[in-house]
């Protein structure tokens, strides 16, 4: 209950700005905060192409293991990266410190030293792809 | 995280350095920085309700979260947050009100959520400063103090273990230690050798083993030391720095390290290059080979743990309510520290500087001296230490018996102090009785008694032993040198006195005696 509390104060604070009237539950047309229109980027769009190099894809696919080897994949990842440069053209003051969670003001839970897990070796293992003798694990090479 | 297990030994021999490097050259400085983690003495994991145990059965000691099963959350345990506040207020650090947790993204099979749930941006402590005393085994008088900065204290999770099967060429996963525990201390780059490195972690366990939040078994890996180590030149910039990983014991540090100065010269001697890489410490070669898992900088990829709201602490009152911890309250349960100690026998006991820090760098002998010194306050702190430091380490050494093994008690020790302060003992017999002590855990007085080497101090007797030595022809030499003016021989003549007692007289008595005879 009291979560919610904080979620509707935390939309009025948002909306307040654009409406500059106390948020109602009720005066909402529609039942969805998710735009109904096409709404025109308020980015500076960015035309600079973005070219990943050879080492680079060799490296990304080590740290991901996901296998960029065809050609559509290399553009995927530079559309991906072009687009998300554009958080790079938005103006930022430095002496705000950043929002990470609407949550920040909470505490966070804290749990008493106990053992009160564990031992279930046979549920962890469940899904092992490979085993040694269900002891260990075996790495994929 | 502990990489230890990752390399392939066999392949990389080959890229060993020889052990035979060239001297050392005096233009040269050394820079050391460490990290150091420490696994928290807890009950349980840091964000899980399974068991923080070295020993269990491979891979029992693991919940859903520790195997990254999808679904589940983790839970910050409470006692973790304590000891790292502990630890930081101990190690004089500024406390954040507001710490928060950062994934740090790695690709290894021992870690199956793919990161580590750590503290990058904003760590539980920060601006820390420890001081502490260099004492090197070999020349002890030369004994100072060092200050070393912490530049942050951050709690984070230890990763599985990986175990590699040569024959079959497979990696076995275990993961009972994903999830432990750790606090990571990194320290500024104050030091300026493996000694004073090696000093800086005895200290650290010191204090460790007083506030009690790590056990320090550095042999199960509950403390692990990376060294950072560069050299260059008097007022020239920092060199570029190796990284030494996983040192296991506190003389491996000093070794490591200095074998990495050495090597470090000796390739930038012979016009070479030292590059930016991780290495590892091999204890039984005593070189430092280098790993393959760097060759690029790491991206770890960092961000904001999604799952773990800021922690937050109480930092005026001193009261702990369910989910903030009260600085305060930590601040006033903090035992008596190493340095501490050490200003008391300085400066309440009268010992002198190199003597306190021997003390108390071993928690059995300083226990044993604070035992003794407790049944008999009387008992001179000079004497005490004296004996246990000269005679009681000594002896043990020579038995082979690990300080904490021997079952000799303090008030037995506390017999022979008397006995040397009632002058019924020489000290030159200390060691004798304290090697019967070993072998038939009779009371020192008995021994004394049985084998007859209570302190000859009655005056009659005394005489009849300086007559016998001034009686005999090297005798009669040594007087004719005396009167003629070489008033040393004094000493010769007392220790030949003392030779025919068998070590049993009281040699004040004999000095003074032989100065009135030979008037």
């Known amino acids: 209950m009291f979560r919610r509390n904080i979620l509707n104060l935390f ?47 060799i490296l990304l696919e080590k740290l ?28 930022t003051d430095q002496n705000i410190e950043p929002l990470y969670t609407v949550l920040e003001n909470y505490q966070l839970k804290l749990r008493e030293d106990k053992v009160t897990d564990g031992n279930i070796k046979q549920d962890v293992m469940k899904n092992a792809v490979k085993t040694e003798e269900e002891t260990y694990f075996v790495s994929p090479k | 995280m502990n990489r230890i297990y990752k390399i392939n030994i066999i392949t990389i021999l080959n890229r060993q350095f020889s052990t ?8 040269w400085k050394s820079v050391i920085g460490l990290e150091i983690h420490a696994q928290i003495a807890s009950e349980s994991k840091l964000f899980s309700g399974s068991r923080n145990s070295f020993s269990a059965e491979i891979n029992s000691s693991v919940s859903l979260l520790d195997a990254a099963i999808p679904g589940c959350l983790p839970v910050l345990n409470r006692r973790c947050v304590e000891a790292g506040i502990k630890t930081a207020l101990a ?7 507001v710490s928060m947790f950062d994934r740090k993204h790695y690709f290894y099979s021992d870690l199956p959520a793919g990161y580590q749930i750590t503290q990058q941006r904003k760590p539980l402590a920060r601006k820390g400063f420890l001081t502490f005393p260099v004492l090197t085994p070999v020349k002890q008088s030369k004994a100072y103090y060092k200050t070393v900065r912490l530049h942050q204290l951050q709690l984070e999770q230890d990763s599985g273990k990986s175990l ?15 999830g432990i525990p750790l606090m990571e201390l990194v320290f500024e780059p104050d030091l300026s050798d493996g000694e004073e490195a090696a000093a800086l972690v005895k200290e650290l366990i010191l204090i460790f083993e007083r506030i009690q939040t790590c056990n320090c078994r550095m042999e199960e890996g509950q403390l692990r030391v990376d060294a950072n180590v560069s050299i260059n030149k008097e007022g020239e910039e920092l060199g570029v720095r190796t990284e030494i990983k996983n040192i296991g014991s506190i003389r491996g540090v000093a070794q490591a390290i200095e074998y990495e100065i050495q090597r470090q010269i000796s390739v930038k001697d012979q016009g070479g ?41 109480n930092m005026t009152e001193d009261v702990n ?33 190199v003597t306190a820090m021997i003390l108390v760098n071993d928690t059995v002998i300083y226990n044993l001296y604070k035992d003794i010194i407790k049944e008999n306050p009387k008992r001179s702190a000079k004497t005490v230490s004296n004996v246990l430091i000269n005679d009681y380490i000594a002896t043990c050494n020579k038995n082979k018996i690990y300080l904490e093994d021997s079952k000799i008690s303090s008030s037995h020790l506390g017999e022979i102090i008397d006995m040397l302060e009632n002058q019924e003992l020489n000290h030159n017999l200390v060691k004798l009785v304290l090697q019967k002590l070993f072998e038939t855990s009779q009371s020192p007085k008995v021994i004394v008694e049985e084998n007859q080497w209570k302190q000859i101090s009655d005056d009659a007797e005394i005489i009849k032993y300086c007559n016998q030595v001034l009686e005999s022809e090297n005798g ?25 007692s068998n070590n049993r007289i009281n040699m004040a008595k004999v000095t003074d005696m032989l100065k009135n005879i030979l008037k």
């Open chain 1, 11 to 57: 939309i009025q604070r948002s909306y307040c700005n654009i409406h500059n009237k106390i948020f109602n539950w009720k005066e909402l047309k529609y039942k969805t905060k998710v735009p109904q229109n096409v709404v025109k980027s308020i980015f500076e769009e960015k035309t600079e192409k973005i070219k990943v190099t050879e080492e680079e894809i």
């Open chain 1, 64 to 91: 991901s293991l996901v296998d960029l080897e065809r050609k559509e994949a290399v553009k995927v990842l530079e559309d991906s990266i072009e687009f998300a440069s554009k958080i790079h053209n938005i103006k």
């Open chain 2, 20 to 27: 035979k490097l060239a001297p050392k050259s005096n233009t």
């Open chain 2, 91 to 97: 190690l004089n650090c500024e406390i954040n009100e």
């Open chain 2, 164 to 178: 590699h099967d040569e024959e079959l060429k497979i990696s076995l996963i275990d993961l009972n230690r994903a």
């Open chain 2, 273 to 313: 290059v030292i590059i930016n890489e991780t290495r590892q410490w091999n204890a039984v070669s005593k070189t430092t080979i280098a790993m393959r898992d760097k060759e690029v900088v790491q991206d770890y990829r960092y961000m904001p743990e999604p799952n773990l709201l800021p922690l937050h602490l």
């Open chain 2, 321 to 353: 309510l369910d989910d903030l911890v009260s600085v305060k309250a930590i601040e006033k349960s903090l035992p008596i520290l190493p340095q501490e100690l050490r200003d008391e026998l300085v400066n309440d006991h009268k010992l002198t500087q």
């Open chain 2, 476 to 500: 009669k030499k040594m007087v004719q040198q005396y009167k003629s003016g070489k008033t040393k021989v004094l000493f010769a003549i007392a220790g030949e006195i003392n030779k025919i």
